[in-house]
């Protein structure tokens, strides 16, 4: 257990459906990030946020709307996914130190 | 832009080896360079490296960073059945501010078979 908890562990949507991904961190940390990993990609970062503000947005497409209501809590909203999003979806979260990751979504769209 | 190379890609070996897995970077504002483990999700933590020349150690598994080469070496000696898994090498670089951010290599898919 990293500490890091995401929900839902698996998804799968179509591409008009909106939801979103929700990570939660309980380690006091005050930067949380969403990465994106594909086949044979390396982990990509997505966002970063620092004390709920979003510091980093990695070109990332406007289908991907990231919200930080708290240093705590972490969501990616998702609408009209294209097939290739489909990837592993992990949320970390650091202090100074090493970033703790998320076990991930797995996200399908289909 | 910051780049991370791991080296090899994949790795087949027998229990009892010791393999070697490179990881070298050119990125700006170093801070440091991270080894994580990834077996089905999370990616664990096994070492983070900012010094260069000083050996890190857990067990059968240890790592050393060049800074002046820009390289960094994770070795396992001994490798069992449990060390089968993705091993991701990740530079930690200071974005601006007190803001910083990693860049991961691809990762080597290291298995090991009895």
């Known amino acids: 257990e990293t500490g890091v908890t995401q929900t839902p562990r698996h998804l799968v949507m179509g591409m008009t459906n909106k939801k979103s991904l929700k990570c939660e961190q309980h380690?006091?940390?005050?930067?949380m990030y969403w990465y994106k990993q594909s086949a044979k990609k390396p982990l990509e970062l997505m966002f970063v946020y620092n004390f709920k503000e979003q510091t980093e947005n990695n070109s990332v497409p406007s289908r991907f709307s990231p919200e930080c209501p708290n240093s705590s809590h972490l969501f990616l909203h998702l609408h009209t996914l294209q097939p290739e999003d489909s990837a592993l979806y992990l949320c970390?979260?650091?202090?100074?130190?090493?970033?703790?990751f998320g076990s991930g979504t797995r996200l399908t769209v289909v | 832009e910051d780049k991370v190379v791991q080296s090899p890609l994949s790795l087949v070996v027998h229990e009892g080896d010791t393999v070697t897995l490179n990881c070298s970077y050119e990125v700006t504002n170093f801070r440091s360079l991270l080894w994580y483990k990834q077996e089905k999700k999370a990616p664990t933590f096994l070492f983070m490296l900012?010094?260069?020349?000083i050996e890190k150690k857990s067990g059968r598994l240890s790592s050393i960073l060049d800074k002046k080469e820009l390289f960094s070496i994770l070795n396992i000696t001994a490798t069992q059945t449990g060390d089968s898994a993705v091993y991701l090498c990740?530079?930690?670089?200071?974005?601006?501010?007190?803001?910083?951010?990693?860049?991961f290599g691809k990762g080597t898919l290291l298995t090991v078979n009895p």
């Open positions: 380690l006091g940390h005050n930067a």
């Open positions: 990740a530079v930690e670089v200071n974005s601006g501010g007190s803001n910083y951010k990693l860049t």
């Open positions: 970390a979260s650091s202090q100074t130190g090493t970033p703790a």
């Open positions: 900012t010094s260069s020349g």
